[in-house]
C-alpha cells in the first residue's frame, strides 16, 4: 500500500492519475475526499490533515511506501507554513518509522535552504533534513517551478491579464527552470518500488528542471502568449508590493488572491546547475513550457 498526501494539488494529480491506472493500491491522506473526484473511488481515504499529526497513524496502517507531497505556500489558519510544510513533515516522518514503512519519497523544492529569506525555503530545508537522518529509506526531490496550463498561478495570471497592464512583483529577473507537472509526476513514478529506476533512485536527491532557463518576467511573457493577449509589463517594487499583500491578507484571510510569502517566491532563483539531467536519468526527458503551453 502506497500512502499519497497532496493527492489533490498540482503535482499529485497526474500522479495519482498514474499510480491507479497501473493498479497500485494507493491511500489518499485528504482533508476533503470530494477534491479527489473520480479518482476516490480508485483509492483508500484517510481523512487527515497537516496540523492534525493523530490522523498520520491511521493514514499509515499496512503502508511500505511514503509519498509526501502536500504542503504550503501561505499560512493557514491551522498552522503556519513553518508548522505545515516543516514540523509536519518530520512528524509524518516519525510515524513512518513508527508504522515500519519502507520508503519514504519527499517533495523539497530547488534552493531549499535554511539560509533562504523565504520561509518556505527554509521550512523544506528543515523537512528535507528530517527525512534525511532518518533511517528509513528515501528519495528527494527538489523541483524547480512546477506549472500546468490553467494551474492555479497561470489561473491568477489570467485573471490579471484582464488589466490595461501586467503588473509583476519586484525586478522578474529571478531565473527558473519550469518543469510539467506531468514530467514531474513520471520522474515520480519512475523512482517508486516497482518503477523502472526505483533502486537507484533510494537515498538519491533529484533536482527537477524544464529544459529551458526563464526569469519570471519571461514565464509571465509566455503565459499571456498563451491567453493570447498582449500587456506591457509593469515590475512594482518589492517595498510596495510586501506592504500591499499585506495588507491583502490581513483583510481577506485566507482567501486572499495572493500573499506577500508567495510574491517573494518569484524573486528567488530555483535552477540547477544539472539542468534536466536528474529527470533524464529517470528516464524523463521535460518538455519546454511554450509547447507546452501552446506557444510558438
Ligand atoms: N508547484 C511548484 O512550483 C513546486 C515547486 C517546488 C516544490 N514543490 C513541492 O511539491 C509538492 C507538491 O506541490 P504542488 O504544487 O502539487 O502543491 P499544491 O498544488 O499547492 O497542492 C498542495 C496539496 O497539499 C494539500 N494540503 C494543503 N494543506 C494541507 C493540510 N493542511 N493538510 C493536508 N493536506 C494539505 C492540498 O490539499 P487540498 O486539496 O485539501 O487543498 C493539495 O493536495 C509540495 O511539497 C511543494 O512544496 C512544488
Redesign the pocket.
Known amino acids: 500500500m502506497l500512502l499519497l498526501?497532496?493527492?489533490?494539488?498540482?503535482?499529485?494529480v497526474p500522479l495519482l492519475r498514474r499510480l491507479t491506472s497501473s493498479g497500485m493500491p494507493v491511500r489518499c491522506?485528504?482533508?476533503?475526499p470530494r477534491?479527489l473526484g473520480t479518482e476516490r473511488v480508485r483509492v483508500q481515504i484517510a481523512l487527515?490533515?497537516?496540523?492534525d499529526h493523530l490522523s498520520f497513524r491511521h493514514a499509515l496502517r499496512g503502508v511500505d511506501t511514503v509519498v509526501?507531497?502536500?504542503?504550503?505556500?501561505r499560512d493557514?489558519p491551522?498552522?503556519s507554513i513553518e508548522e505545515?510544510?516543516g514540523v509536519a513533515t518530520w512528524r509524518l516522518v516519525r510515524a513512518a518509522e513508527r508504522a515500519g514503512v519502507e520508503r519514504f519519497v519527499f517533495?523539497?523544492?530547488?534552493q531549499a535552504s535554511t539560509r533562504s529569506q523565504a520561509r518556505?525555503m527554509r521550512a523544506?530545508a528543515v523537512a528535507e533534513r528530517a527525512v534525511v537522518e532518518s533511517p528509513l529509506a528515501h528519495t528527494i526531490?527538489?523541483?524547480?517551478?512546477?506549472?500546468a496550463p490553467g494551474?492555479?498561478y497561470m489561473k491568477l495570471l489570467r485573471r490579471m491579464s484582464l488589466l490595461p497592464v501586467m503588473p509583476i512583483p519586484g525586478s522578474g529577473r529571478a531565473p527558473f527552470q519550469p518543469i510539467w507537472?506531468e514530467d514531474v509526476a513520471d520522474c515520480v513514478v519512475a523512482a517508486l518500488p516497482g518503477g523502472v529506476h526505483a533502486a537507484q533512485a533510494e537515498g538519491e536527491r533529484y533536482e527537477l528542471a524544464g529544459p529551458e532557463t526563464l526569469t519570471h518576467q519571461d514565464i509571465v511573457e509566455i503565459a499571456l502568449r498563451s491567453f493570447g493577449r498582449r500587456r506591457p509589463v509593469v515590475r512594482v517594487p518589492v517595498a510596495i508590493v510586501r506592504r500591499s499583500l499585506e495588507l491583502v491578507e490581513l483583510l481577506a484571510g485566507p482567501t486572499a488572491f495572493a500573499t506577500w510569502d508567495e510574491a517573494e517566491l518569484m524573486e528567488i532563483p530555483?535552477t540547477s546547475r544539472h539542468g534536466t539531467a536528474d529527470a533524464e536519468r529517470l528516464g524523463v526527458l521535460p518538455r519546454p513550457m511554450r509547447a507546452v503551453l501552446g506557444v510558438g
Do not use: E, N, W
Request: proline letters at 4%; glycine letters at 14%.
Open positions: 498526501t497532496g493527492a489533490t494539488g498540482l503535482i499529485g491522506l485528504v482533508r476533503d477534491r487527515g490533515d497537516l496540523s509526501h507531497l502536500a504542503s504550503v505556500i493557514q491551522g498552522g505545515l510544510a517533495f523539497s523544492a530547488l518556505l523544506k526531490f527538489a523541483p524547480s517551478i512546477v506549472y494551474d492555479p507537472a530555483m
